[in-house]
Antibody, heavy 117, light 107 residues
Framework: EVQLQESGPGLVKPSQSLSLTCSVTGYSITSNYWGWIRKFPGNKMEWMGYISYSGSTSYNPSLKSRISITRDTSKNQFFLQLNSVTTEDTATYYC???????????WGQGVMVTVSS | DIQMTQSPASLSASLGETVTIECRASEDIYNGLAWYQQKPGKSPQLLIYNANSLHTGVPSRFSGSGSGTQYSLKINSLQSEDVASYFCQQYYDYPFTFGSGTKLEIK
């Protein structure tokens, strides 16, 4: 069974970087597409970007200057780094598998990240 | 970006009823649409992809339809376990975008 699990700090200070890890079991990240999605307070959802089976990336232009998604295939993990965070980056962050680069068929449980001093 | 307008924002219905949730895209998305269910405290679950294809393991009382810019999710014979939020997502064009969600309650 495909399982994803996010990990990382729940509190980040403004202007610092947010770093999250998604650990995947039951499926290799060298297949398919692996994305990050966040849900803001108030329930708006935003696709942040993904890393493909080949390691290529695609990012939401609204984040393009601040976001980086990388991976470690030896550990079957992929990572999110979001730089220069503000309070508006406070959200629940999900990692998910995007089957063939379209719909997200497996999701992690989500990690709530608060940006506050 | 393609804007997804979802309605209604909330919905209250009786057990056994049929409910419909709609999403309108700001341009043709050529059936590149998914529907998700999210229960409180849980992660989203894929229900429908390609506008009308039922994801593995999803009960057949859920169905999707539509084309062009107009899409809908129908839930037949509403069950108590269907209490959740539902949202649509387009993947026809980058960046992928989501509807604002519909909160479904039992009357």
């Amino acid at each position: 069974e495909v399982q994803l699990q996010e990990s990382g700090p729940g509190l980040v200070k403004p202007s610092q970087s947010l770093s999250l890890t998604c650990s995947v079991t039951g499926y290799s990240i060298t297949s398919n597409y692996w994305g990050w999605i966040r849900k803001f307070p108030g329930n708006k959802m935003e696709w942040m970007g993904y890393i493909s089976y080949s390691g290529s990336t695609s990012y939401n232009p609204s984040l393009k200057s601040r976001i980086s998604i990388t991976r470690d295939t030896s550990k079957n993990q992929f990572f999110l780094q979001l730089n220069s965070v503000t309070t508006e980056d406070t959200a629940t962050y999900y990692c998910a598998r995007s089957y063939c680069g379209i719909a997200f068929d497996y999701w992690g449980q989500g990690v709530m990240v608060t940006v506050s001093s | 970006d393609i804007q997804m307008t979802q309605s209604p924002a909330s919905l209250s219905a009786s057990l056994g009823e049929t409910v419909t949730i709609e999403c309108r895209a700001s341009e043709d998305i050529y059936n590149g649409l998914a529907w998700y269910q999210q229960k409180p405290g849980k992660s989203p679950q894929l229900l429908i992809y390609n506008a009308n294809s039922l994801h593995t393991g999803v009960p057949s009382r859920f169905s999707g339809s539509g084309s062009g810019t107009q899409y809908s999710l129908k839930i037949n014979s509403l069950q108590s376990e269907d209490v959740a939020s539902y949202f649509c997502q387009q993947y026809y064009d980058y960046p992928f975008t989501f509807g604002s969600g519909t909160k479904l309650e039992i009357k």
